[in-house]
């Protein structure tokens, strides 16, 4: 599994420096390759390529649509560090952007990831037709928006020091980091022009997914430590975050877990012995520490 993620992270690298190398310069260069190249796992191309292969699409194109994912991811932990969102230090055991490069850098460097994904979802090296594309770059839009990740970050902000049911809290970790998920699942049925009920199903599927993510990110904060996390751990407990663990404790967050889990698989099942990697990957998710 870890061999795997290597390769995939190695290519996705190898695809974003020659695309922003192909560009012309500018001084945002450096901070967006600060973001981009800190040494991010890539969990989420891995995703999109294990549900790539389900539907035997093709692993270059993979690679191009995940780097897309992998901008906006990174351009969203550039922002999640800013004093004005979470206010972290560190990032990867590295300076968060904004500490190495300043504020008013760290926001435009995430605004140029942001846009570039869509500059790599549109370009002719990927190659699947303009009508694809544009589907592409509708849902990975609806996925970053208030629907998405900047509306989960809202309300993961606002819920601090609050009583949240497990209802908004689930809400919540959807769209903060399901909905990038969901995307990774269901860009391959774009592609395979698959008819809407089965996207439907597979989003949930990504949501869920993103859900585990997120849980076993919770998970991290609450035991693990700043050496093998790369950041700072115990921020939410400080912070007075809504996270499931503040809710249902520890053991019963790992029970909950493990429940996504099974449910994620069941969902599967259909696809038999071909879900061997992504299995793995959801395995490697909730075992992680970092
Ligand atoms: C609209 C993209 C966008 C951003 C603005 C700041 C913000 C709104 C959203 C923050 C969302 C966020 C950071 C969610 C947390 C998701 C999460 C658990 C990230 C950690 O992902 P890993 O572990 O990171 O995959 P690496 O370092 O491996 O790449």
Same mark, same amino acid.
């Given at each position: 599994?870890k061999?795997?993620l290597?390769?995939?992270?190695?290519?996705?690298? *190898?695809?974003?420096k020659? *695309?922003?190398?192909?560009?012309?310069k500018?001084?945002l260069?450096?901070?967006?390759?600060?973001? $981009?190249?800190?040494?991010?796992?890539? %969990?989420r =191309?891995?995703?999109?390529?294990?549900?790539?292969?389900? *539907?035997?699409?093709?692993?270059?194109? &993979?690679?191009?649509i995940?780097?897309?994912?992998?901008?906006i991811?990174?351009? +969203?932990?550039?922002h999640d560090? &800013?004093?004005?969102?979470?206010?972290?230090l560190?990032?990867?055991g590295?300076?968060?952007?904004?500490?190495k *490069?300043?504020?008013?850098?760290?926001?435009?460097?995430?605004? +140029?990831l $942001?846009?570039?994904? !869509?500059?790599?979802? =549109?370009?002719?090296? /990927?190659?699947?037709?303009?009508?694809?594309?544009?589907?592409l770059?509708?849902?990975?839009?609806?996925?970053s928006?208030?629907?998405?990740i900047?509306g989960g970050?809202?309300?993961?902000?606002n819920?601090?020091?609050?009583?949240? +049911? @497990?209802k908004?809290?689930?809400?919540m970790? %959807?769209?903060?980091?399901?909905?990038l998920?969901?995307?990774c699942?269901?860009?391959? $049925?774009i592609?395979k022009?698959?008819?809407i009920?089965?996207?439907?199903k597979?989003?949930?599927?990504?949501?869920?997914?993103g859900?585990? !993510?997120?849980?076993?990110?919770?998970?991290?904060?609450?035991?693990?430590?700043?050496s093998?996390?790369?950041?700072?751990?115990?921020k939410?407990k400080?912070k007075?975050?809504?996270? /499931?663990i =503040?809710?249902l404790?520890?053991?019963n967050?790992?029970?909950?877990?493990? @429940?996504?889990?099974?449910?994620i698989? =069941?969902k599967?099942?259909?696809?038999?012995?071909?879900?061997?990697? $992504?299995?793995?990957?959801?395995?490697?998710?909730? +075992?992680?520490?970092k």
């Amino acid at each position: 599994m870890k061999k795997k993620l290597n390769k995939i992270a190695k290519d996705t690298n *190898f695809f974003l420096k020659k *695309f922003i190398n192909n560009q012309k310069k500018s001084e945002l260069i450096i901070p967006m390759k600060y973001g $981009l190249f800190s040494g991010g796992k890539k %969990i989420r =191309s891995k995703i999109l390529i294990d549900i790539g292969y389900l *539907f035997k699409l093709d692993y270059k194109s &993979l690679i191009i649509i995940g780097s897309a994912i992998e901008c906006i991811h990174a351009y +969203s932990l550039i922002h999640d560090d &800013l004093p004005c969102m979470d206010n972290d230090l560190i990032r990867r055991g590295k300076p968060a952007t904004h500490i190495k *490069f300043g504020e008013s850098t760290a926001v435009l460097a995430g605004n +140029s990831l $942001l846009t570039m994904a !869509f500059e790599i979802l =549109s370009h002719k090296d /990927l190659n699947i037709s303009q009508k694809i594309k544009i589907d592409l770059i509708n849902k990975i839009s609806e996925s970053s928006g208030h629907l998405g990740i900047a509306g989960g970050q809202y309300l993961d902000l606002n819920y601090e020091h609050k009583l949240i +049911s @497990k209802k908004k809290i689930i809400e919540m970790e %959807i769209k903060k980091t399901g909905k990038l998920f969901s995307f990774c699942c269901v860009a391959p $049925l774009i592609i395979k022009n698959k008819k809407i009920n089965e996207i439907r199903k597979f989003e949930g599927i990504g949501a869920d997914i993103g859900l585990l !993510f997120q849980v076993a990110d919770d998970l991290i904060d609450h035991k693990g430590k700043l050496s093998s996390a790369g950041k700072k751990t115990g921020k939410d407990k400080k912070k007075g975050k809504a996270t /499931l663990i =503040s809710l249902l404790g520890y053991k019963n967050t790992i029970k909950y877990a493990n @429940k996504l889990i099974l449910k994620i698989n =069941s969902k599967l099942k259909k696809y038999g012995s071909k879900t061997k990697d $992504l299995n793995e990957t959801l395995e490697y998710i909730l +075992s992680r520490d970092k």
